[in-house]
């Protein structure tokens, strides 16, 4: 039976390897105009098609494919058409029979670069043939026939010009492609305070397109920012993605946090801006609690500013204030003359304020 379990524990290896062949890039390397439905024009040496699932599929600057006579189905990739590059639908007539489709599922995307001056493009060959097509999801994103002049500058009927993209959440028709590439879909921003006075920074997306690397930024007071950490991206992916930094030396009082995200061509995006703030006098210590007739509060460490204390009752009548240097992070509250009950101990440096519950209770 052992010799058994370690062949199939093998044939198991064998398959994952495999199934996780085409996890990474596949790139176009054929020839201008040369056909998608051809295996030696891709560097997998593999027509991408149902069994490329979580594939980038990469038509890379100054190639043109024809995919003709051919219905290509993938699902979660991303199909990237480099600036200067071209994917055409259909083989040049109107008939059904040498149309191009693809069809992806809904966790695909389509994205069509530009430098500015050189754009990517998607056509039909016939530009009113109805038969070439892309859908995601179901939806047809495009259509030869369809005229994409409203929503894409310098495109046409039966043609999209780059920059734009094609999601699950764009329209359909018309609206099927958006302007502007493919950006990094952000699903998820936070921070939030750890133990030990870090702040852990964490962020989900949930599709990326030429996506180099994350700066996270910390400011003090939205204007001036500085990158305490860069995170490499995933480049491509239409899977979500986790990141997450901490940042150990977190400022004392506001900390408000920002992704930077740039793509390969140094392009990059802001996010929301999220907030920590870190107390400056750190964890309060009141003891002993309940306490008889000598009450000790020590600081966290030591303030910024002097800071002061004050004694509440249960009503919330002012009892007594006390106020110290900032040197002192140890100090002692006779509370032997006041009357048994609840209290409230609170500290305040004039920034941060912090407040404690209190018994007294004499024997």
């Keep these: 039976m052992k010799k058994i379990y370690l062949s199939l524990a093998a044939i198991a290896g064998c398959l994952l390897?495999?199934?996780?062949?085409?996890?990474?890039?596949?790139?176009?390397?054929?020839?201008?105009?040369?056909?998608?439905?051809?295996?030696?024009?891709?560097?997998?040496?593999?027509?991408?098609?149902?069994?490329?699932?979580?594939?980038?599929?990469?038509?890379?600057?100054?190639?043109?494919?024809?995919?003709?006579?051919?219905?290509?189905?993938?699902?979660?990739?991303?199909?990237?058409?480099?600036?200067?590059?071209?994917?055409?639908?259909?083989?040049?007539?109107?008939?059904?029979?040498?149309?191009?489709?693809?069809?992806?599922?809904?966790?695909?995307?389509?994205?069509?670069?530009?430098?500015g001056v050189n754009p990517a493009f998607i056509q039909?060959?016939?530009?009113?043939?109805?038969?070439?097509?892309?859908?995601?999801?179901?939806?047809?994103?495009?259509?030869?026939?369809?005229?994409?002049?409203?929503?894409?500058?310098?495109?046409?009927?039966?043609?999209?010009?780059?920059?734009?993209?094609?999601?699950?959440?764009?329209?359909?028709?018309?609206?099927?492609?958006?302007?502007?590439?493919?950006?990094?879909?952000?699903?998820?921003?936070?921070?939030?305070?750890?133990?030990?006075?870090?702040?852990?920074?964490?962020?989900?997306?949930q599709q990326e397109i030429s996506t180099d690397h994350f700066d996270i930024q910390r400011s003090s007071d939205g204007i001036s920012w500085q990158t305490i950490a860069t995170v490499k991206a995933s480049g491509f992916s239409s899977l979500p993605k986790n990141y997450s930094i901490e940042d150990a030396a977190p400022l004392t009082g506001t900390n408000l946090y920002r992704l930077r995200m740039f793509d390969v061509d140094a392009r990059f995006g802001l996010s929301s801006v999220v907030n920590v703030h870190l107390n400056a006098l750190g964890k309060i210590s009141v003891f002993p609690n309940p306490s008889v007739s000598l009450l000790t509060i020590s600081l966290g460490r030591a303030p910024l500013t002097d800071w002061s204390l004050s004694l509440v009752n249960i009503n919330g009548q002012l009892i007594t204030t006390r106020k110290f240097s900032k040197d002192q992070t140890t100090v002692s509250l006779p509370v032997g003359l006041y009357p048994n009950g609840n209290y409230t101990v609170e500290i305040t440096d004039g920034i941060s304020r912090q407040s404690s519950k209190l018994l007294i209770s004499h024997q």
């Design 17 to 115: 390897i495999q199934a996780g062949a085409f996890s990474q890039t596949v790139t176009f390397t054929g020839g201008v105009s040369s056909n998608w439905n051809n295996p030696g024009n891709w560097d997998s040496n593999d027509v991408p098609n149902g069994n490329h699932t979580g594939a980038t599929i990469i038509i890379p600057s100054g190639k043109s494919v024809v995919l003709s006579s051919f219905t290509a189905t993938l699902t979660n990739v991303t199909i990237k058409i480099a600036a200067n590059a071209a994917l055409t639908l259909g083989g040049g007539g109107n008939g059904g029979g040498n149309a191009g489709i693809l069809t992806l599922n809904g966790t695909s995307a389509v994205s069509l670069e530009s430098d």
């Design 124 to 205: 039909s060959s016939a530009t009113t043939n109805i038969n070439d097509k892309i859908t995601i999801g179901g939806v047809t994103k495009f259509q030869g026939g369809t005229d994409y002049t409203a929503t894409n500058t310098g495109s046409g009927v039966g043609k999209v010009t780059g920059p734009a993209r094609a999601t699950v959440n764009t329209g359909s028709g018309a609206q099927g492609f958006l302007a502007g590439s493919l950006p990094v879909v952000l699903v998820g921003f936070s921070a939030n305070l750890a133990s030990n006075d870090k702040v852990s920074v964490k962020w989900s997306t």
